[in-house]
């Protein structure tokens, strides 16, 4: 037998064993690895047999030792499914003489760990005995025992290091339902020494000195509410509680905190608060109500307060957070925590202060959570559910900035202190007796401030205790007039604990400093050390200090003392810095500062000092002035120095511009000070636009505001928006008459915020807009508001918009509009109104003499008002118009705007709202757009169009209009004589009527219509009928629905526009509807557009300028598809409606006005020869005078060829357009063969080969002289020859103009050489023409062969012009201007040489042609006729600087005889007369000519 077999005492139980083992080999693997960790199990184990390889695992394990192998095979009995007759086998085998510990002893000693890996032992039952006997005493806090490095070791051995026990499966075994059994032993006795810890720690209420004997057991619940209107929990009570539906004015009960329904997961509640509203109480009572069993769904509740936590440097795990920190078992704490963690749904671990976090939450996160980590990040985990998973956390902060850790789905529910009932309650709990009772309520209802300042319950509390001192031997308002701020609160309670009333200015000012101290430093756990001796005994003895134990290290405790609440310390902080004179003025101003409290998440935290300055505010009052010199034992003057510097600081914050949450702040500090000079200061300051936005208002914070407010004579706006707002705030807002607009919106507000609004809106007597949106209003909350509102006459806009109302709310919200005679808007919008309810509110629309329109668009619902002027004049305060009926003016006529748009209408409702619109008044617009009215809702509101009396619109678009309804739709052209247009588009789903108003209610109609002659047509008796404009785009319209559309059309014969453009008509339909187009009548227009025509199409339409006699305009762009047919509106409206009479061209009316020529316009298309023949011909047949535009993108030769061809068979043609067309360089020849080929052409005007202009005159005109241009055309020397051949045919060519070509020289030339055959009598333009001297000298040449030259001119500079003209007879005397020729020397001779040969020159200019006086000298000696005169001019630049005499010279070497000289300097001009032939010496002329013009020209 081997060595196992003989330890296992048989054979058949070591089979037993390898076979179960067998089964189970993964886990038998983990346990080697665990054993054994230095054996290798690598491939040659994975290979074996599975029987071998237990054998060899059984075989190693063994040869470790006896201590390893009875570990082991306990582990087996603990682990595995073991039936019990084996265990007992197992485990009998080794006895209990070896020291191997039995399964009893295992919760009891918990040593099976420690043998396997040794490790620190746990502290013996009666060291925890004595410990727990010191934490209990009645001074000292069970659960506030901290460690500051890391807690204790004495559990970290054994459930860190050791081999935890795992509770997998039970199986049937009874030494494992034995083990439970103990388990569970061992947590109830833990559970219940918790409880008995708790019950002791809340069952020792002594009273302090001073106190009642109530004072430690007076506990009302505050006001709580969910923050959010979707609440993660779900709670037996439902609307109660965190139910969405639930009401903001419900109280949530403390056990609704925590559901019994909630999901998996993080269970957290945040509980915000600010300072004084009990949130700290709370958590003592749930504490406490647990501990009586009153919370029977957790097994254990763990309270936390941060401000302990904080001393906590190092890092902990959650074993030590709970049973260090908190409570410790009294043995095997590995147990108990793991009941606690297979409990989590039972435990509730309280957080007390999450605002007090002084070490930030660390951003990185271990892969194990249950890693030690610091207090903060344990409670993140928690809140996570990394760590106790399912567990219910709730921490309580005040309203700021929360840490990032804290999740974002978690629940928060607000704090919002006590309402009235509850201070009564706790009035009557404070004070034992009823006439005390009723005293206190008297005083506290008096005095306003005082009741509002209860709101707090710390300062209820405070409140209290004072009345109780002040109370006995007072008459009644004489103890409340004591207490009219918080500040005189305070001081007032430290009157009353003091003994005998005298007041202690040593130890109060010792606390102040102390207090001081801990703020500066974030610190308000004090130890013995930090405060004096005397000191901490004089705070201790009047409860203003508290002590509790505080775990220093393992093993080590100390007491800790903290003031009773922070805004004690704050206080006493304020006293020593009012009262020390080691506080200089600079410091003293420095703490008169606002913080801002916006809820955000960041990493900053709060601070410690939120009362800080109100409490200085408060001191710097006068009433605190005698206490302050009694406690800092100076005079008067002293202290009232230092409240100047608080008030001045004050006072300089009012003006600057204040965040909401500042301007709130500073409220309360100027409310503290009772100055009232500063309030109306700061009143008078505030912007008449003062936005809240995104922070919470308690009722304190509103009171606060009202009474600044009070002191403001001109009117404000305040604003609420997402703030959270404690359900009775609207209450301060009563008498409030400054506020003008009012506005509230936020998911926080229900029904008990709408009641508390509903008592205030009747003594708001200037308020003028109301608006109540996004909150959670039912109809209870607006039943109060209904009551209310008539009440208030003077509102001019309400909006309940998004408040989750039903119809029956929205149906008795609006039975009100007749109580509000100034209103003018009330908006519904984003609430529930069915249909029904919608045709219930169109009926009182059209009933309703105010209402001028009602828009309803999905979940849009607005009425708009309109006061009556009677009404209105009254209300603003014009008596003299009340009592005198006759100066009031007549109302007018009311008008009615009815848009009702994505409604789901259907066609039973149009019926309804048919007969309500019947017998209601002139409707400006009806809007039905977005409904689904389908074809033959659309019919009905069509035909019932005419008795409806619409003014301007009726919208029926989105309805599901189809092609066939079109058809039916179009009834109302004929019946509705008030329609001007009619807008239908099943593309865009439009369809819009468009009314204007009836004629005999027209101002300024004109009965008469005056021409210019002075003849008068008188117009027909009744009155004209309209021409409305029918709009049918985009409906698919075919050829074959054609005639059925104009069957519709036509019987009306007042049809003005139609507009048939984006449908599917094609050429066939287009040349069907030029067939019907005369049985629609005159029309004034007729829209194609995007139809799919081609030219062909187009043609058929030209056929219509002989059919339609109405038609006077067609244009076609094929590219974009825009077909236009159009008529002339003014022939229209001068003549009857009827057929417009055919003028010849050129014929004019008898009213002194020419006749509208018709006109065709072709853009955008491809002109090829034969589609321009095919053109021509079509427009032979139409009546003139005609005009024709064309635009493609090139035209060839032959395209051009062709349409001049035809430009003689179009007699009714006046003009010819080609624009932005690329033609062919060839144009100028083809169009000056015209001047033969085409008398009627008058005008032609080609520019830069793009754009053509030809104008031609009718036979029957007058005749008129020709102009032609060809400018930048590109013409050159070898065209010009051509040109002037071509233009030579013609009679009588008036103007010429070639500028901008590329003649040249050579072109100038050979067009001068041309020039005496071309019949020009006008003017010839060659200007940029690349022109250089030797043009100027062609000219020059040229003169004498041109006698019809009357003048040229020349300018050779930047501009370059060049222009002659002729007369139509021989001219005698001519005209040469040369300007900025530059002549050079060379060019003199030739220059006179054809000077001498031009004899009819009469005149000749030089301008800026001579660089010096050399070639003028040259020129005049050159210069000779045989006979005749000349005037010379010259206008250069150096005649002026010249010398007169200089000048004399030059003009002396003139061949010809000098007649006159004149110079002149300004302009620079030297002109000389000659008269050739030569008679005398020229020095002779010049000198007796010196005598005449000297002083000229000097």
């Known amino acids: 037998m081997d060595p196992i077999s003989l330890q296992l005492g048989t054979r058949n139980l070591h089979g037993w064993l390898v076979r179960l083992l067998s089964r189970n080999l993964e886990w038998l693997d983990t346990m080697v690895k665990l054993f054994l960790p230095n ?10 047999d599975p029987t071998k390889r237990v054998i060899l695992h059984l075989q190693k394990l063994h040869t470790q030792g006896p201590t390893t192998w009875k570990s082991f095979i306990q582990c087996v009995c603990m682990e595995l499914d073991v039936p019990m007759d084996m265990e007992v086998l197992l485990m009998s085998t080794w006895g209990h003489e070896d020291g191997f510990p039995s399964l009893l002893e295992i919760g009891e000693e918990s040593q099976s760990d420690s043998q396997l890996h040794p490790g620190p032992q746990a502290p013996s039952p009666q060291t925890q005995a004595s410990h727990h006997s010191d934490t209990l005493r009645p001074d000292t806090d069970p659960q506030s025992a901290v460690h500051t490095q890391g807690a204790s070791d004495w559990f970290s051995g054994g459930a860190q290091r050791g081999l935890k026990r795992t509770y997998q499966s039970c199986g049937s075994s009874p030494r494992r339902k034995q083990l439970r059994k103990q388990q569970q032993e061992l947590a109830k006795r833990y559970l219940q020494l918790l409880r008995t810890s708790v019950q002791q720690r809340y069952g020792d209420r002594t009273p302090g000195v001073g106190q009642p004997l109530a004072f430690h057991q007076v506990y009302v619940p505050p006001i709580l509410q969910w923050s959010r209107a979707s609440a993660p929990f779900h709670t037996q009570e439902g609307a109660t509680t965190g139910d969405p539906k639930a009401e903001d004015g419900a109280d949530v009960n403390i056990r609704d905190l925590f559901s019994t329904k909630a999901s998996k997961g993080p269970r957290v509640t945040v509980l915000l608060g600010k300072a004084g509203m009990g949130k700290t109480t709370l958590a003592h009572r749930l504490c406490q109500k647990w501990a009586d069993g009153q919370l029977d769904r957790f097994q254990a509740v763990f309270l936390f307060e941060f401000r302990q936590l904080n001393l906590i440097t190092g890092s902990l795990t959650l074993p030590q957070l709970l049973f260090d920190v908190h409570l410790r078992p009294e043995a095997s704490p590995e147990a108990v925590f793991q009941h606690l963690k297979e409990n989590a749904e039972g435990i509730l671990l309280i957080f007390d202060g999450l605002d007090e976090i002084l070490q930030p939450c660390s951003d990185k996160e271990t892969t194990n959570p249950e890693d030690p980590a610091s207090a903060l990040t344990l409670f993140s985990r928690l809140c996570r559910g990394t760590l106790l998973p399912g567990c219910w956390v709730m921490a309580t902060s005040r309203p700021g900035k929360l840490p990032a850790c804290l999740p974002t789905e978690a629940a928060t529910v607000h704090m919002w202190g006590f309402d009235g009932p509850r201070v ?63 500040t005189q609160n305070y001081v007032q309670m430290l009157l009353t604990l003091n003994p005998r009333g005298v007041l202690q200015a040593e130890p109060l000012l010792g606390l102040g400093e102390v207090a001081l101290s801990g703020l500066e430093s974030g610190k308000v756990i004090f130890s013995a050390g930090d405060i004096p001796a005397s000191t901490l005994a004089f705070g201790d003895a009047l409860g203003l200090l508290t002590s509790f134990c505080v775990c220093t290290g393992p093993r080590h405790q100390d007491k800790g003392y903290a003031f009773s609440h922070l805004s004690l310390q704050e206080f006493f902080a304020a006293l020593h810095l009012m009262t020390s004179p080691q506080v200089d003025r600079e410091a003293l101003s420095q703490h008169v500062t606002l913080h801002s409290r916006w809820v955000q998440r960041t990493k900053a935290r709060l601070g410690l000092s939120d009362h800080l300055p109100t409490f200085l505010a408060g001191l710097a009052s006068r009433a605190c002035r005698s206490f302050l010199s009694l406690l800092a034992q100076r005079e008067e003057e002293w202290v009232a120095a230092r409240q100047v510097i608080v008030l001045q600081a004050l006072k300089k914050l009012a003006p600057r511009r204040l965040t909401g949450p500042k301007v709130v702040e500073l409220c309360h500090c100027v409310g503290e000070t009772q100055e009232p000079e500063l309030a109306s200061f700061m009143a008078h300051s505030l912007p008449q636009q003062l936005p809240f936005h995104n922070f919470l208002l308690t009722y304190a914070d509103m009171a606060s505001l009202t009474n600044i407010l009070g002191h403001r004579d001109g009117p404000i706006h305040l604003d609420f928006e997402g703030c959270p707002l404690e359900p009775r705030c609207p209450e301060t807002l009563a008498g409030c008459g400054q506020v003008e607009n009012l506005s509230f919106k936020s998911r926080k507000c229900g029904d008990a915020f709408a009641e508390a609004l509903s008592r205030s809106l009747p003594t708001m007597g200037s308020l003028k807009k109301l608006g109540l949106a996004g909150s959670k209003i039912t109809a209870r909350g607006i039943s109060h508001l209904v009551q209310a509102l008539p009440f208030c006459p003077q509102l001019e806009e309400v909006s309940f918009q998004d408040n989750q109302l039903k119809d029956k709310e929205v149906l008795n919200i609006v039975k ?66 009340q009592g005198n009926a006759n100066q009031r003016t007549e109302a007018p006529r009311r008008s009615l705007a009815l848009r009702l748009q994505k409604c789901q209408l259907r066609v039973h409702d149009v019926e309804v709202l048919i007969a309500q619109l019947q017998e209601g008044p002139q409707l400006d617009e009806v809007d039905l757009s977005g409904n689904q009215l389908k074809d033959e809702g659309c019919k009905l509101m069509a035909e019932a169009a005419p008795q409806l009396r619409i003014t301007k619109k009726l919208d029926l678009s989105d309805n599901g209009l189809s092609v066939a309804g079109v058809l039916s739709v179009l009834s109302v052209v004929s019946t509705c004589q008030t329609l001007a247009e009619l807008h239908i588009s099943l593309l865009h789903k439009t369809v819009v009527f468009t009314f204007a108003p009836e004629l005999e209610e027209e101002e300024g109609i004109q009965k008469r219509a005056t021409f210019p002659d002075s003849l008068t047509f008188q117009m027909p008796s009744e009155p004209s009928l309209r021409s409305p404009r029918i709009r049918l785009t985009h409906c698919a319209l075919q050829a074959q629905r054609l005639e059925l559309l104009c069957k519709s059309l036509g019987g009306s014969c007042r049809l003005g526009h139609l507009d048939l453009s984006g449908n599917a008509l094609g050429d066939e339909g287009v040349a069907l509807l030029a067939q019907l187009l005369p049985g629609l009548g005159s029309l004034q227009s007729l829209n194609l557009s995007e139809n799919r025509l081609s030219l062909e199409g187009v043609f058929s339409l030209i056929q219509c300028f002989s059919t339609l006699q109405w038609l006077l305009h067609l244009e076609f762009s094929s590219a974009s598809q825009h077909v236009i047919l159009r008529g002339d ?17 050129g014929a004019r009316l008898g009213f002194g006005q020419r006749h509208v020529p018709r006109s065709f316009c072709l853009k955008e298309c491809q002109l090829e020869p034969l589609s321009l023949s095919h053109l021509c011909k079509s427009l032979e047949k139409c009546p003139g005078p005609l005009e024709v535009q064309l635009s493609c993108e090139v035209l060839s030769d032959e395209s051009l060829e062709t349409l001049l061809h035809h430009l003689p068979q179009l007699p009714q043609l006046s003009l010819l357009q080609l624009s932005q067309t690329q033609l062919p360089p060839r144009s100028p020849l083809l169009l000056a063969d015209l001047f033969s080929l085409c008398p009627q052409v008058q005008k032609v005007d080609l520019r ?65 050489e041309c020039l005496p055959k071309v019949p020009i009598s006008g003017s010839l333009n060659l200007s940029r023409n690349s022109m250089s001297q030797e043009s100027v000298l062609c000219l020059v040449e040229a003169l004498p062969s041109c006698p019809r030259v009357r003048e040229a001119s020349v300018n050779l500079g930047s501009k370059q012009s060049f222009w002659i003209h002729f007369s139509q007879q021989e001219e005698a005397g001519k005209t040469l201007r040369l300007s900025e020729c530059h002549f050079k020397p060379e060019h003199m001779p030739r220059l006179a040489a054809s000077l001498n040969q031009a004899l009819q020159l009469a005149e000749l200019t030089l301008t800026w042609c001579f660089p010096g006086l050399e070639q003028l000298i040259v020129l005049l000696g050159l210069l000779t006729w045989p006979t005749g005169v000349l005037t010379l001019r010259v206008e250069e630049p150096w005649v002026g600087t010249a010398g007169v005499l200089t000048l004399l010279e030059v003009c002396a070497r003139a061949s010809g005889n000098i007649t006159e000289i004149s110079i002149s300097k300004t302009p620079p001009q030297l002109c000389i007369q000659l008269e050739f032939p030569h008679q005398e010496n020229p020095e002779a002329v010049a000198l007796r000519c010196l005598g005449s013009q000297l002083l000229r020209s000097i």
């Not at 054996?39 to 074996?48: N, T």
């Not at 710390?458 to 004591?482: I, K, M, T």
């Not at 100034?822 to 009182?844: A, E, F, G, H, P």
């Not at 002027?869 to 008596?879: I, K, M, R, V």
Request: hydrophobic share 40%; with cysteine; charged share 25%.
């Open 39 to 48: 054996v290798d199990l690598g491939s040659e184990y994975q290979g074996l």
């Open 816 to 881: 009100v509009l007749s109580c509000l005679p100034r209103l003018q808007k009330l908006d519904l919008s984003r609430n529930n109104v069915s249909v029904s309810t919608l045709l219930s509110l169109t009926k009182v629309a059209v009933t309703c003499p105010t209402i001028r329109m009602l828009q309803v668009r999905e979940t849009d619902l607005i009425f708009l008002l309109s006061p009556p002027t009677e009404t209105t004049a009254e209300l603003q305060g014009y008596p003299d118009l």
């Open 424 to 486: 009564e309650e706790y009035v009557n709990h404070f004070f034992s007796d009823q006439p005390s009772q009723e005293a206190a309520l008297a005083e506290l209802r008096v005095d306003r401030r005082l009741w509002s300042m209860c709101a707090v319950p710390a300062l209820c509390q405070v409140a209290c205790l004072c009345l109780h001192h002040l109370l006995p031997g007072r008459s009644p308002g004489q103890a409340a007039a004591l207490l009219p701020t918080m």
């Open 1248 to 1312: 830069s080969l793009r754009h053509l202009t030809v104008h031609l005159r009718s036979s029957e005109e007058q005749e008129d002289r020709c102009c032609w241009r060809f400018t930048d055309c590109g013409l050159r020397q070898e065209h010009v020859e051509r040109l002037c051949c071509l233009l030579s045919k013609g009679e009588d060519l008036n103007q010429l103009d070639l500028s901008a070509n590329l003649l040249g020289d050579d072109g100038l030339r050979c067009l001068l």
């Open 1129 to 1145: 509106k003014r022939g229209r409206d001068l003549l009857a409606p009827g057929s417009l009479p055919e003028f010849r061209a």
